[in-house]
Antibody
């Protein structure tokens, strides 16, 4: 079993940045990957990007290229999602998810979600 | 990368079966056997139901099954139960990125 614990809710002003953390614990493995997904109010799930911490490889959704940065601290098995130039339509619940093998393309452990509200 | 196409809603009575389609392109659904399905209840994190088109994680009832034909994947829920009322999302690998479907609300009548 793997547990993912995300940082708490944030309220940000338009134009600013937000950084959400996701700490993995339990039976984590070296060659895992972390995905970030968001859900805006009344909307569906949206794929933001993925990181393979051991390789330092990241992939981003085209729509967010240049605005989202995903990083990881291998020593603390914590991943981070940084979203810049925030707009009101970035208001959403952001989730991280874990896959036990970076070659796989599904994610069986999820964080509890972090609400990011963008408002002036 | 455009979102995969799912019906906005499907419904069925308890005990019946419902099928949710997920249509993409040869660049995602049709090009890889890496389609997964997630169930999402309101205010809860998504839960993995199906991966690699038809495989079920341990603990997921065999009432849930997946398949694929060409650029369209499908999720079938058999023996519909009240707790199956939720939103369902398909997700497909599409090269480096992945892409989700728009989601389907399943209503148990």
């Amino acid at each position: 079993q793997v547990q993912l614990v995300q940082s708490g809710a944030e309220v940000k002003e338009p134009g600013s940045s937000v950084k959400v953390s996701c700490r993995a614990s339990g039976n984590t493995v070296t060659y895992h990957s972390i995905m970030w997904v968001r859900q805006a109010p009344g909307q569906g799930l949206e794929w933001l990007g993925r990181i393979i911490p051991i390789l330092g490889v990241t992939n981003y959704a085209q729509n967010f290229e240049g605005r989202v940065t995903i990083t990881a601290d291998k020593s603390t098995t914590t991943a981070y999602m940084d979203l810049s130039s925030l707009r009101s339509d970035d208001t959403a619940v952001y989730y991280c998810a874990y896959s036990g093998n970076y070659k796989l393309h599904y994610f069986d452990y999820w964080g509890q979600g972090t609400l990011v509200t963008v408002s002036s | 990368q455009s979102a995969l196409t799912q019906p906005r809603s499907v419904s069925g009575s308890p005990g019946q079966s419902v099928t949710i389609s997920c249509t993409g392109t040869s660049g995602d659904v049709g090009g890889y056997n890496f389609v997964s399905w997630y169930q999402k209840h309101p205010d809860k994190a998504p839960k993995l139901l199906i991966y690699d088109v038809y495989k079920r994680p341990s603990g997921v009832p065999d009432r849930f099954s997946g398949s694929k034909s060409g650029n369209t994947a499908s999720l079938t829920i058999s023996g519909l139960q009240a707790d199956d009322e939720a939103d369902y999302y398909c997700c497909s690998y599409a090269g480096s990125p992945s892409v989700f479907g728009g989601g389907t609300k399943v209503t148990v009548l």
